[in-house]
Every structure is written in C-alpha cells, then in structure tokens.
C-alpha cells in the first residue's frame, strides 16, 4: 500500500537524521572527556526528539492518497495504545463507578513522588498548579499539561485551515483525534525535558554514586513519561467508561483540596513566612500563625500583643487584605461559586416540537457560557508554557546561550531562586496574583511598594491592562475554536435536532433552515462566552482566592462541578428513559 511505502520512506529520513546529529556530536567533541554523562544525554534525547518530529513530519509529507496529509500518520495512530470505547450502552452505575475510582487514583498517584529527585528543586508552574491539576515532584508532576498543549495546537491548526480536515465526517475526526493523541507524547517530551535538564535536579544521595547524573536524569524523565500518560489515558476512561472529562474532574479535585486547606488549614505559616508579611508587629510568636483564612483569623484576634489598639492600627488590615489567605480572598471565592453559578443558568431557550408526535415539545438550551470552561484552560495552560520557556531562557545553563533570545531581559527575566517573572514582556503576560499585586500599591505607594519590586504604576496599570486584554481575547479565540471541534456549531446543532425528530415551530423541517436560525444566536453567545469567562477569571486572580490556587481555578472548579451534576441527571434521565439518548447524541 502508499501509506506503508511512505512509512518506510519517513523512517530513513529519521535515520539519516539521527545518524547525522550522532556522527557530527562525536566529531566536534571527540577530545572531551565522555565520563560525563549529563551532556551526552541531553543530547541523545533532543536529537532523539527531533529525529521522531522529522519522522513525523516525513510520514505526513510522503503520504500521497487522498485527503489531509494528516492521513499519512493513520498507521501509526491506528496502533497507538488508547482506552477501547465500549461497544453498547454502559450502564449509569458503572460510569459513576469508573469516574470515582478514577479520581481516587489521580489523587493517590498525586502523592507518588518522583524516585532520585532532589529536594532543592525548583517547580516552575508553581504559578499554574491548580490549573494543571498536577502535583510538584510526584508523577502526576506535568499533569494535564501536555494534553491541554497538545489540543491548543490541533486547534489553532485547524481553525487556521492548516489541518485540511473536515471534523463533521466520522473518518476525518477519527484522525483528527488520533494524530492528537501521537502529539500529546511529544509535548509530554518537550515539557519534561528542559524542566529535568533545568529545574527537577537528581538527588546526590541516590544516584550519583551509583549510576551518574546523566542516567539519573533520563530515569526522572522516564517517570515523568509514565505518570503523564498515565494521566491522557484516565482521561479517556473518564471520557469514554464515565461522566463528564477527566481532565476537568482532575482541575476539580486539585482545586477543591487548594480550597480547604486555605480555608481551615492550622499548619502554622512559620517564622519566615511570618516575617516576609510582617506579622512580627501583631502577636508575639507570629510564626505559629495558622496558614487558613479562618483560623488564621482567630489565632490573630485571640493573640493581639497589644490589644484592640493593635486591631485598629495595622490588624483590621491584616485580617482582611494581607497575604496568605486574607478575608478578602475568602468573600471573593465565595463571589465567584455565585457569579458562576447564576451564569451558568442564564440561557437563550429555543422552543421544539415532534415533527410526528402532536403535542411532544421541549426545549435547546443556550447558555451564556456557551462554551463551557475549556477556553480559560487552554488559555492558562498557553501561558503556563510562555512562563516556562522564557524562564529556561532566562537561566538555564544552555539554553540561555542561545543567540539573541537566551537570557535576553526584553523576553523575561527573574529573581533568582524565583519561578515568577521580575520583568519583561513574560511579566506583563503573567498572572496578576491579588490585590498586593496591584490595588494596595496604587493606593498607598510607600506602604506596599515592596509588594511589585522596582515596577512604576505605569507598569503597574500596563500589566492589568494586558493581562485582562489577553485572558478575554485569547478566550473568545478559543472558544471559537472550540465548538467547531466539538460539534457545538450551528451546522452540527442543526444536524442533532433534525436527527431527533425535532424542528423549530413556525419554521420547515430542513437543517439549512435550523442553521440560518441557530447562526442568529451561538456565533454572538460564543463570544460572549469566551469574553465572560476570561474577564472573570483575570478579574477573580486580581482580588485573589483561597489556598494556593487562583481565580481562573476556582471559576473552573465551579463551573466544573455545575456541569458535572447537570451530566449526572442527564445520565439518570437517560438511564430510566433510552429514547433520549438519540437526542443526546448516544448510543
């Protein structure tokens, strides 16, 4: 067949490759001393990873049948491991089954952590925890990370007519998903090995004694591979064996357990913690200051040194405004579940009614967040990745060599020991953290100046500018994007209700007739949508949330969880009456 011909043609073109890259290494270094390890293995794995990207790239190119080029890698994404889809129906008890057992074994593989790493490492998507529901130094380190990368890119390639494929035909969104899936291993790579290579240092005590740095390295990454796919195929457990998406259940779960423990954690802040917010002033013994909003409080009140004249001067303050986990930051999460919540009920209801059974009518919903979550996910997971290179650009041994964007101020640069751009274009694009960030400097300069380091208001107001401006913009591009890839679109509503055997009073029963009508309304709510949920969540990171999460994961979680019980019901219904699963689009 052509597609195996070009199959064997892409090989040796990646053997040509990595045969090139081995021959030059040796010969430019053949004078170097290769008892050291840790060079000769970053090499092997980008010159590895480059040799699949061009494999990759020689499958699509060399396909020479019919339709997308994309169809070049179908062999490989035909054989490619993935979660078999059932066959019939799955009953409503094994689909709650499988999506809670799912989610304890996230949580149990989020305290699995990595073996031979280092306790000296540095977590450069600190920032990004809660919306990459992953856990520092575990194997579920890198989390959803890859697979929201991964989506961003298909849907940017598709939306640009990049990908030649049409997502409404069952062949063409089969590769689609596939290749996909092919993309979500690279990322895994490419997000693993300059955080191995850069941050995630191997432990002396294991390793260096027994097989080097270099292996030592390779094996965190080897972990790192596991874990993270590991996480793709829960995913699609979820997906396929149970209710809602894995990858929201898992942003949830992370975010809701952020939220408790910044709530009513009694882990005391420690001494150093409590000198860096200046809390020395207040109570005596300030570093055993409980860490959650409500006890923190009350430890504050019940322990003022100096009595009510301490509350009114500095406690009050404290209380409601300073960080870790001030009032404000409580009242403000507490805002959001019912900004979200009356959000998600606010909807655009379209009558139907049975083109056959008289007097059967209902309803198509069309909510105001249309869209759903997933445009601030991908949006903050884009970010999250601008954060991470501009930091490896920054001070990374070797990266920051390369010419004219290595360890260039302009692109970002940062403290040292910090993980949070100081300045340059990765700050101004970087989340802003609370109103520390922002309102208390711009209120009183000389009191909370220390919180923006050596930044000006002008600086100051440019970031909240840009930071808003990109988190709404990016979301309506997503949201755009995403319900074309999802069947969301006029074009592919028109085809489920008519399918069903619905139609609009007043109107034929005809899908270009349902589309021109259902184009008067989900194009403007889609970027209402996006706009909505972007505002939002920048607007819920610059009041600021509980715990060490933020306003974007907090919007997710509740509107996650909205969703989640809604797709429950909508399970039950289906479960007690089967004729409603053609509506719904099941089996």
Same mark, same amino acid.
């Given at each position: 067949?052509?597609?195996?011909?070009?199959?064997?043609?892409?090989?040796?073109?990646?053997?040509?490759?990595?045969?090139?890259?081995?021959?030059?290494?040796?010969?430019?270094?053949?004078?170097?001393?290769?008892?050291?390890?840790?060079?000769?293995?970053?090499?092997?794995?980008?010159?590895?990873?480059?040799?699949?990207?061009?494999?990759?790239?020689?499958?699509?190119?060399?396909?020479?049948?019919?339709?997308?080029?994309?169809?070049?890698?179908?062999?490989?994404?035909?054989?490619?491991?993935?979660?078999?889809?059932?066959?019939?129906?799955?009953?409503?008890?094994?689909?709650?089954?499988?999506?809670?057992?799912?989610?304890?074994?996230?949580?149990?593989?989020?305290?699995?952590?990595?073996?031979?790493?280092?306790?000296?490492?540095?977590?450069?998507?600190?920032?990004?925890?809660?919306?990459?529901?992953?856990?520092?130094?575990?194997?579920?380190?890198?989390?959803?990370?890859?697979?929201?990368?991964?989506?961003?890119?298909?849907?940017?390639?598709?939306?640009?007519?990049?990908?030649?494929?049409?997502?409404?035909?069952?062949?063409?969104?089969?590769?689609?998903?596939?290749?996909?899936?092919?993309?979500?291993?690279?990322?895994?790579?490419?997000?693993?090995?300059?955080?191995?290579?850069?941050?995630?240092?191997?432990?002396?005590?294991?390793?260096?004694?027994?097989?080097?740095?270099?292996?030592?390295?390779?094996?965190?990454?080897?972990?790192?591979?596991?874990?993270?796919?590991?996480?793709?195929?829960?995913?699609?457990?979820?997906?396929?064996?149970?209710?809602?998406?894995?990858?929201?259940?898992?942003?949830?779960?992370?975010?809701?357990?952020?939220?408790?423990?910044?709530?009513?954690?009694? +882990? *005391?802040? =420690? &001494?150093?913690?409590?000198?860096? /917010?200046? @809390? %020395?002033? !207040?109570?005596?013994?300030?570093?055993? +200051? *409980?860490? =959650? &909003?409500?006890?923190?409080?009350? /430890?504050? @009140? %019940?322990? !003022?040194?100096?009595?009510?004249?301490?509350?009114?001067? =500095?406690?009050?303050?404290?209380?409601?405004?300073?960080?870790?986990?001030?009032?404000?930051?409580?009242?403000?999460?507490?805002?959001?579940?019912?900004?979200?919540?009356?959000?998600?009920?606010?909807?655009?209801?379209?009558?139907?009614?049975?083109?056959?059974?008289?007097?059967?009518?209902?309803?198509?919903?069309?909510?105001?967040?249309?869209?759903?979550?997933?445009?601030?996910?991908?949006?903050?997971?884009?970010?999250?990745?601008?954060?991470?290179?501009?930091?490896?650009?920054?001070?990374?041994?070797?990266?920051?060599?390369?010419?004219?964007?290595?360890?260039?101020?302009?692109?970002?640069?940062?403290?040292?020991?910090?993980?949070?751009?100081?300045?340059?274009?990765?700050?101004?694009?970087?989340?802003?953290?609370?109103?520390?960030?922002?309102?208390?400097?711009?209120?009183?300069?000389?009191?909370?100046?220390?919180?923006?380091?050596?930044?000006?208001?002008?600086?100051?107001?440019?970031?909240?500018?840009?930071?808003?401006?990109?988190?709404?913009?990016?979301?309506?591009?997503?949201?755009?994007?995403?319900?074309?890839?999802?069947?969301?679109?006029?074009?592919?509503?028109?085809?489920?209700?008519?399918?069903?055997?619905?139609?609009?009073?007043?109107?034929?029963?005809?899908?270009?007739?349902?589309?021109?009508?259902?184009?008067?309304?989900?194009?403007?709510?889609?970027?209402?949508?996006?706009?909505?949920?972007?505002?939002?969540?920048?607007?819920?990171?610059?009041?600021?949330?509980?715990?060490?999460?933020?306003?974007?994961?907090?919007?997710?979680?509740?509107?996650?969880?909205?969703?989640?019980?809604?797709?429950?019901?909508?399970?039950?219904?289906?479960?007690?009456?089967?004729?409603?699963?053609?509506?719904?689009?099941?089996?």
């Amino acid at each position: 067949m052509a597609i195996e011909r070009d199959y064997r043609k892409a090989i040796w073109v990646a053997i040509a490759y990595l045969a090139t890259m081995v021959i030059l290494y040796f010969w430019q270094w053949r004078d170097a001393d290769f008892t050291k390890f840790a060079d000769i293995s970053l090499f092997i794995l980008i010159a590895l990873a480059i040799g699949i990207s061009f494999f990759l790239i020689g499958m699509t190119i060399t396909y020479a049948g019919e339709g997308s080029k994309l169809y070049g890698l179908k062999p490989l994404s035909d054989r490619w491991p993935a979660v078999k889809k059932p066959e019939g129906h799955v009953r409503f008890r094994t689909k709650m089954l499988w999506t809670f057992g799912i989610l304890i074994l996230y949580f149990f593989l989020s305290n699995v952590t990595l073996y031979g790493l280092s306790g000296e490492s540095l977590d450069i998507f600190s920032e990004f925890r809660a919306i990459l529901a992953g856990a520092n130094g575990s194997l579920m380190h890198l989390g959803i990370g890859p697979i929201v990368t991964g989506s961003i890119i298909m849907q940017l390639f598709s939306g640009a007519k990049i990908i030649n494929l049409d997502l409404k035909k069952s062949d063409d969104k089969a590769i689609y998903q596939g290749v996909q899936k092919v993309l979500v291993l690279v990322m895994i790579f490419v997000e693993a090995i300059p955080q191995v290579y850069g941050y995630l240092e191997p432990s002396s005590d294991k390793w260096m004694g027994s097989i080097g740095e270099g292996w030592a390295r390779i094996v965190i990454i080897g972990q790192l591979v596991f874990g993270s796919y590991l996480v793709f195929l829960m995913d699609e457990v979820i997906s396929k064996w149970g209710i809602g998406s894995g990858i929201s259940m898992f942003i949830a779960a992370g975010v809701s357990q952020s939220i408790f423990q910044g709530t009513l954690s009694w +882990i *005391p802040l =420690g &001494t150093k913690t409590a000198e860096q /917010y200046n @809390l %020395d002033r !207040l109570v005596d013994n300030a570093g055993a +200051i *409980p860490a =959650g &909003t409500l006890p923190k409080t009350w /430890y504050i @009140l %019940d322990n !003022l040194s100096g009595g009510i004249r301490d509350l009114t001067s =500095g406690g009050f303050e404290t209380i409601f405004l300073s960080p870790p986990n001030p009032l404000v930051a409580l009242l403000s999460t507490i805002v959001i579940f019912f900004v979200v919540a009356f959000a998600e009920s606010t909807q655009i209801e379209l009558p139907l009614s049975h083109a056959k059974a008289r007097g059967a009518r209902g309803r198509y919903p069309i909510r105001l967040i249309y869209a759903s979550n997933i445009p601030v996910i991908l949006m903050s997971a884009l970010l999250a990745n601008i954060n991470m290179f501009s930091l490896l650009l920054w001070n990374h041994a070797k990266i920051s060599t390369i010419p004219v964007l290595g360890h260039n101020w302009r692109l970002g640069f940062y403290d040292v020991g910090s993980t949070a751009p100081a300045g340059g274009l990765a700050w101004y694009v970087s989340r802003v953290n609370g109103l520390q960030a922002w309102l208390l400097p711009l209120i009183n300069w000389d009191r909370y100046s220390g919180y923006v380091g050596d930044h000006e208001y002008w600086q100051i107001a440019v970031h909240v500018v840009v930071y808003v401006g990109i988190m709404a913009i990016g979301s309506i591009l997503f949201a755009k994007f995403w319900i074309e890839t999802t069947n969301m679109g006029p074009e592919s509503v028109a085809q489920q209700i008519q399918s069903s055997g619905m139609r609009i009073p007043g109107f034929r029963r005809d899908p270009r007739v349902l589309k021109k009508v259902l184009n008067r309304y989900i194009p403007t709510v889609t970027v209402i949508s996006g706009a909505f949920v972007g505002l939002l969540a920048a607007l819920a990171d610059m009041v600021g949330t509980v715990g060490s999460t933020s306003g974007t994961g907090v919007l997710l979680t509740v509107g996650i969880i909205i969703r989640l019980y809604e797709q429950i019901g909508k399970e039950q219904m289906m479960e007690m009456h089967p004729v409603l699963r053609g509506f719904f689009g099941r089996e």
